[in-house]
């Protein structure tokens, strides 16, 4: 083949390919790479040495933490037979139709009447199987006169009983360590007396917002000035992954203050994230400030929309992210790069480097020359498949497209979708 031919003529060969071949943007990291550069590092060992702070929390506030040791059943389960329904316990072998009552048996009653021939009891819901007896028959389908019990079917050895055991053996693990701790688990560990509970502490956060136009949320801006909106969602963003906000400041383009706020945040600090001032412009000087703090350069640009800015890196094992400065792009950013870091540092099982699900497209959506993940709602559609819909923006600056935002249409570069095509979206953390 001749210099050039694989441009040229009818080859059939997409531009996106062509765009991924030749590395146009040879400067920037593929993102699922920069995803995995991210968190390197940060996952404890397979040896199980997570060398994670840990601290004992009450089950009334376990929901949302890392589960830092296991949790087993403390006995069997249930530790007797029991009742699953409302009915009579009696002896399956016992061909008598009518019976004599003997006693009954709630849950919790401590001590039980034996069965012996001829001879019922009535039980309970939950209540032990007592003595002899070997089935419940249902309530429903017996008939009571005095004393006498008779039945209208025939009863099978175990029916309607939850043998001793069948949940599990004493020592068996029920919730796995790594875990984040669920509605579910919380009665799953009381269950087991696991009160309170081992969890990993929050990893901390700093979180530094740059720019001489910012200013507070609260207040009313000029027209040449923005609410710093970035660090309260950035803040809600963190925490929601598992994070804990030690720092949150606003600094001007001013080196020496910049200098000065980002060596503080690293001082005190599992990740520092910086808003702005990591592109081109003349006052973007966080990169400058990164490196006279001997902040290790792991990577600077990536080939993504929007995000491509993104600066990373690492001191001291603490990392560093430095998002770009509009709304969109630093929302989209730590939701794609800075929760895994969160869950890292975390040793959450479920951890990973992007968790895409699949769903279906409600609406068109369209990437160019980068791999796009746009803001979406995700609602259950037919056949109980996600149904993404993609929120009308105008730019990485249309902070007004994450109004209803609950997860991030991803698209692979130079890619068109129709609507009820199958898409892949990031569920929101």
């Not at 990740?271 to 990591?278: E, H, K, N, Y």
């Amino acid at each position: 083949m001749e210099p050039g031919r694989l441009l040229s003529g009818n080859g059939g060969l997409g531009w996106g390919f062509i765009r991924r071949f030749l590395n146009l943007d040879n400067s920037l990291i593929l993102w699922d790479e920069a995803v995995r550069q991210a968190v390197e590092g940060l996952r404890p060992s397979d040896s199980g040495d997570d060398n994670r702070d840990v601290e004992q929390v009450p089950l009334t506030k376990a929901v949302g933490r890392t589960l830092a040791q296991a949790v087993c059943l403390d006995r069997d389960e249930p530790p007797a037979a029991r009742s699953a329904m409302d009915g009579f316990a009696v002896r399956a072998e016992d061909a008598d139709e009518n019976r004599r009552l003997v006693g009954a048996v709630h849950a919790g009653t401590a001590s039980f009447p034996e069965v012996g021939l001829g001879e019922t009891s009535k039980i309970m819901t939950g209540g032990t199987v007592p003595p002899g007896a070997n089935a419940v028959i249902p309530v429903e389908r017996t008939s009571v006169e005095g004393n006498i019990v008779s039945f209208s079917i025939v009863p099978e050895v175990g029916a309607h009983i939850r043998n001793a055991g069948e949940m599990g053996k004493a020592g068996r693990e029920v919730l796995e360590k790594g875990i984040r701790i669920g509605l579910g688990d919380v009665g799953v560990a009381a269950g087991c007396g696991a009160d309170p509970l081992l969890v990993r502490t929050r990893p901390k956060v700093a979180i530094i917002s740059t720019g001489d136009e910012i200013v507070e949320w609260t207040k009313v801006p000029e027209d040449h000035q923005v609410r710093d909106s970035n660090r309260l969602v950035v803040a809600a963003q963190a925490e929601a992954a598992g994070a804990e906000i030690v720092m949150s400041e606003r600094i001007p383009d001013q080196v020496e203050a910049l200098q000065e706020g980002v060596d503080a945040a690293l001082r005190e600090a599992d990740l520092v994230v910086t808003l702005g001032g990591v592109s081109m412009g003349e006052k973007d000087h966080l990169p400058g400030v990164f490196e006279a703090l001997a902040v290790e350069k792991k990577f600077h640009g990536v080939h993504v929309q929007p995000g491509k800015p993104l600066w990373c890196g690492s001191r001291d094992g603490v990392r560093v992210l430095g998002l770009p400065g509009n709304p969109v792009s630093a929302f989209v950013v730590f939701e794609v790069f800075g929760v895994p870091i969160v869950e890292s540092l975390l040793g959450l099982k479920a951890s990973s480097s992007c968790r895409l699900e699949t769903g279906v497209l409600e609406g068109t959506a369209r990437s160019k020359g980068r791999p796009l993940f746009l803001p979406a709602s995700v609602a259950l559609g037919d056949q109980r498949m996600p149904l993404v819909s993609p929120c009308s923006w105008t730019g990485s600056g249309d902070w007004t497209a994450l109004a209803g935002a609950t997860a991030l249409l991803y698209l692979p570069e130079e890619t068109s979708v129709e609507s009820g095509s199958p898409v892949e979206f990031l569920r929101l953390a």
